[in-house]
T-cell receptor, first 113, second 109 residues
Framework: DGGITQSPKYLFRKEGQNVTLSCEQN?????MYWYRQDPGQGLRLIYY???????QKGDIAEGYSVSREKKESFPLTVTSAQKNPTAFYLC????????????FGQGTRLTVV | EDKVVQSPLSLVVHEGDTVTLNCSYE??????LLWYKQEKKAPTFLFML????IEKKSGRLSSILDKKELFSILNITATQTGDSAIYLC?????????FGGGTRLMVKP
């Protein structure tokens, strides 16, 4: 079945460590996005990519990095420079550059211990 | 600065009640407004609205857009416990989707 797969679902990290969240889609979508969601809040855009080997910063890119080496994959690295990394991370993709009707993965809950 | 604001932040109702969720927006070059439902993890798409005054309907859910007053509402009639979720509205801003803070709806039996 077509869809977006995020892994892992739960992740624990010690302070000072980098960690990479995986996002894979088989929907043949050009655009992919990473959002962060804090408890009781909406989604804030971290990074997005409209085409392979190209990506743009969103509203809260500091402390994060991404790569887009393949159309299907858009991994997110949470670096030690991110001061408050504990959050719920959602990956999305869409078949238009405007991001309309984005389809979401099931998310990764990252906890820094 | 473009922004999307939802109200109320949270809402508790009983089964059978009707609820109205609000989404106001200030964006340049408005194209559309989208509603999503987030139950546990992944938000799922509900509606996309582009024209004022045209109601979109899906079962007990309906939504309408007012481009003059810059807001949209999402109505849920005869609520059920399965309607409990966070409801998010969003609008394209450039090549990104900007989301509101969401409304957390709890429907009690």
């Amino acid at each position: 079945d077509g869809g977006i797969t995020q892994s892992p679902k739960y992740l624990f990290r010690k302070e000072g460590q980098n960690v990479t969240l995986s996002c894979e889609q088989n929907l043949n979508h050009d655009a992919m996005y990473w959002y962060r969601q804090d408890p009781g809040q909406g989604l804030r855009l971290i990074y997005y990519s409209q085409i392979v080997n190209d990506f743009q910063k969103g509203d809260i890119a500091e402390g994060y990095s991404v790569s887009r080496e393949k159309k299907e994959s858009f991994p997110l690295t949470v670096t030690s420079a991110q001061k408050n990394p504990t959050a719920f991370y959602l990956c999305a993709s869409s078949n238009s550059r405007t991001g309309l009707e984005a389809f979401f993965g099931q998310g990764t809950r990252l906890t820094v211990v | 600065e473009d922004k999307v604001v939802q109200s109320p932040l949270s809402l508790v109702v009983h089964e059978g009640d009707t609820v109205t969720l609000n989404c106001s927006y200030e964006v340049t070059n408005f194209r559309s407004l989208l509603w999503y439902k987030q139950e546990k993890k992944a938000p799922t798409f509900l509606f996309m609205l582009t024209s004022s005054g045209i109601e979109k309907k899906s079962g007990r859910l309906s939504s309408i857009l007012d481009k003059k007053e810059l807001f949209s509402i999402l109505n849920i009639t005869a609520t059920q416990t399965g309607d409990s979720a966070i409801y998010l509205c969003a609008t394209p801003r450039g090549n990104m989707l900007t989301f509101g803070g969401g409304t957390r709806l709890m429907v009690k039996p």
